[in-house]
């Protein structure tokens, strides 16, 4: 099992650096001109970064969790990094390497777990200021209001959205013996968490517990630690499914419609902002000013040819799915938007933003602006969100774009843009099948083999492309990919995510597409929107009265942050199969790999397995579908 680790560890090391040289030929303009400009990006820092990686630290063998140390141990599971030493080393407490490695992803679990609980917060408390007309928002999709309240079991008599926003505020911040959002969960799962002591109780309950539990003098329960990581992990899907249900109530569920992506699509002639972050509700007040009669006026008489807006990160993602906002890209493309100098005003809302932002945009005319606590940058102009005044915002903020248009100069815009359907949901989809039972029944016959969901943002470490080029295998294999997050914008520049992809799709899937007028991969929206296949996944468990461990799905994603490994653990906790592109810290700790690759699927039927080869994952996929044919 050790030499097996640490071949694992090298392999995939290899392959990091192979990738890192593909990097996207389509962008060379724009990073010629951040060399010019003194003002690198992600890019340059990744490929330094591998340089000078420390090896120990990479595998998770170092911690900080006290003032005695740092410590950073030795392992024997790694012959090259023990000095030939058959003892493991410790830290000055006493903690190996495994309880570190449990210990530190225990942290990280709770970190992303706090961002997506305040992130579901804020919707929740919007959500009750419209309920009592303290909001200058109001609910777009009554229907949902309604959907919601009902499997929540609200009684009719109460004012539905302040119940919900009630109910959802408890689940986070409560003290409960469980969350009630759980009853989206079918029996059998519910039953299965229950039986394994992962149920989770409100999310802040589960991070405090987390965070306490890897205090210095906390125990050495190794698998104490792992089941509150896995409760931690599941509270914290939870957080994002109530996210999720409110935006859709507040804005509408998203349908299909056409769309494009990339920064070919930035229009020269017009004011432009983009807005990025992870909580669309400025944003869609944005969109709305910008038609305003005055504005338009405004920014044509500075010379422009009227007011675009283009989406970036998780708050592009939800405006390209629901109002068919143009998308620019990913976290990793930030900079190379303002870089194109074709951007009068980057708007950032709650997280998912490039700490060198502002730095970059000094170097044009750019200027960033953001509006939550949370996520302010030095230098940046910051104008507080108030969801009470949002509409008198947007405008002053729309304002401060269009007198900043003069100040352009060389603009250079890439000319690579794609067509994307996008918005697709579990309602999309049942709308279009009519209920959950055709699509079981194309899987039951082996016109479809199953479903790979791609999930999360790109990691500068994978280099690039490569889930665009897994998805393009996996189509030509009879398998129905769907996305949720920024990975979907290297998938969909590749022409994957419009119809006509349906031509180089299987010849059963083809047959699928073709008449269901989709594309063979289906985009679900942000990384929030994980919670729209969650609910599919669901249905159909729902529908054969089955263990989700049962179904032909697969979960892939690469860990970019502190936000990635939680929904890793909470897909793997209903029973997929997940693959983790990016390996994440624990490597260093064959006993926590355990608990991944094995222990995980003696609860759950779930497990993780550690890949980062297009093909080997391809191989795996096919396998799992292969064994999984009892549906």
Known sequence: MKLKIEE???????????FREKWDKRIIGVRERAKKLGADTILERAERSSKVTCELGEIGVCCRLCNMGPCTVRTSAFSSLSNNETLDWKGICGANADLIIAKNMLRAVAAGA?????HALYLSQVLRNISRGQSSFTIVDHKKLIEVSDVLKIKKSEILAEKIAEISINDLLGDLNQMNFLTYLNEITLNKLKKNQILPRSCAIEINEALQSTVLGSGDDLKKLFLQTLRTSIATGFCMLISNEIQDIIFG?????LSFVD?????KDKVNIVVS????????????HTVDDDLIELAISEGANGIGVYGMADTGKEMLSREGTKFLGDFESQELAILTGAIDLFVVDFGCTIE???KIASSLHTKVITTMDETKIQDSRFIKFDDKKADDIAREIIKLAIENFK???????????????????????????????????????????GIVIIFGCRNPKKGHDLNAELARELIKHDVLVMTAGCTSFEIAKEGLMREEAAEISSKNLKIVCEALKIPPVLDFGSCMSIARIFILIDKIARTLNTDISLIPIVFVTEYINERTMPIVFFMSSLGLTTIIETMPPIFGSERYLEFCTKEIEELTGGKIIFENDPSTILEIIKSQMKMKRLI
Request: aromatic share 8%.
């Open 8 to 18: 694992i560890y090298k392999k995939q090391k290899s392959k990091e650096r192979e």
């Open 114 to 118: 706090s961002f997506n609980l305040k």
């Open 253 to 257: 569920v998203p349908k299909p419609k």
């Open 263 to 267: 920064l070919g699509t930035i229009r």
């Open 277 to 288: 972050g992870t909580l669309p509700l400025l944003a869609e007040k944005i969109l709305l």
């Open 356 to 358: 060198n932002i502002e």
């Open 407 to 449: 100040n352009r100069y060389g603009v250079l815009i890439p000319e690579n843009k794609n067509k994307i359907v996008t918005g697709f949901s579990f309602e999309s989809i049942t709308e279009k099948f009519g209920s959950v039972l055709p699509l079981i029944n194309v899987i039951r016959e082996g016109k479809i083999k």
